[in-house]
């Protein structure tokens, strides 16, 4: 049987890549320079705090800021790993806390923001989340890409008689 691998690999990558990149910038933008600086430093080293004011309390602020910061970086995990060549387990995740590092820090030297280490808990949770749908929805990215390229998809005739290798990257 002839062997050949899917074309989208190598278009899914640097898609994702493109769209992590422009997601990274758009991200910054809303959380470092789309705030405005305060007179004061703000800073809160007190780990789970933001986790027990909200199980305890049910502080609806508190809850609110926390989804968020799930959620914002679950595209830094989804593409992070669709974009990877290799090590994607690894460069992904520590994509996600590196990326967090900088802003809460930028935050801090900065003064646009409040530099809590909840927000790097948070995040990287939301960075595996996003790894975790990534993998979940790997095919149907692949037979999305597919069809928006025009090339051939795993149900079209003209994969006949050929062994396909879907996408890996670890």
Same mark, same amino acid.
């Given at each position: 049987?002839?062997?050949?691998?899917?074309?989208?690999?190598?278009?899914?990558?640097?898609?994702?890549?493109?769209? =992590?990149?422009?997601?990274?910038?758009? =991200?910054?933008?809303? %959380?470092?320079?789309?705030?405005?600086?305060?007179?004061?430093?703000?800073? !809160?080293f007190?780990?789970?705090?933001? @986790?027990?004011?909200? @199980?305890? !309390?049910? %502080?609806?602020?508190?809850?609110?800021?926390?989804?968020? !910061?799930?959620?914002?970086?679950?595209?830094?995990?989804?593409?992070?790993?669709?974009?990877?060549?290799?090590?994607?387990?690894?460069?992904?995740?520590?994509?996600?806390?590196?990326?967090t590092?900088?802003?809460?820090?930028?935050?801090?030297?900065?003064? !646009?923001?409040?530099?809590?280490?909840?927000?790097?808990?948070?995040?990287?949770?939301?960075?595996?989340?996003g790894? =975790?749908?990534?993998?979940?929805?790997?095919?149907?990215v692949?037979?999305? @890409?597919?069809?928006?390229?025009?090339?051939?998809?795993?149900?079209?005739?003209?994969?006949?008689?050929?062994?396909?290798?879907?996408?890996?990257?670890?």
């Amino acid at each position: 049987r002839r062997k050949w691998a899917a074309h989208s690999l190598t278009g899914i990558q640097a898609g994702s890549r493109w769209l =992590l990149v422009s997601y990274i910038l758009l =991200l910054l933008f809303f %959380t470092i320079l789309g705030r405005r600086s305060l007179d004061y430093y703000r800073y !809160n080293f007190n780990i789970g705090y933001s @986790f027990r004011d909200a @199980f305890y !309390n049910g %502080t609806p602020a508190t809850i609110k800021l926390i989804a968020v !910061n799930i959620v914002i970086f679950i595209p830094v995990g989804f593409w992070g790993i669709l974009g990877a060549k290799r090590f994607g387990f690894l460069t992904a995740p520590l994509l996600g806390v590196m990326l967090t590092a900088s802003i809460e820090l930028l935050q801090l030297l900065l003064r !646009n923001g409040t530099c809590e280490i909840d927000d790097l808990i948070s995040n990287t949770f939301g960075t595996l989340l996003g790894i =975790l749908f990534a993998l979940l929805f790997r095919p149907h990215v692949q037979y999305l @890409f597919c069809i928006l390229t025009h090339r051939p998809t795993p149900k079209d005739p003209r994969w006949e008689g050929y062994e396909i290798e879907l996408m890996e990257s670890t």
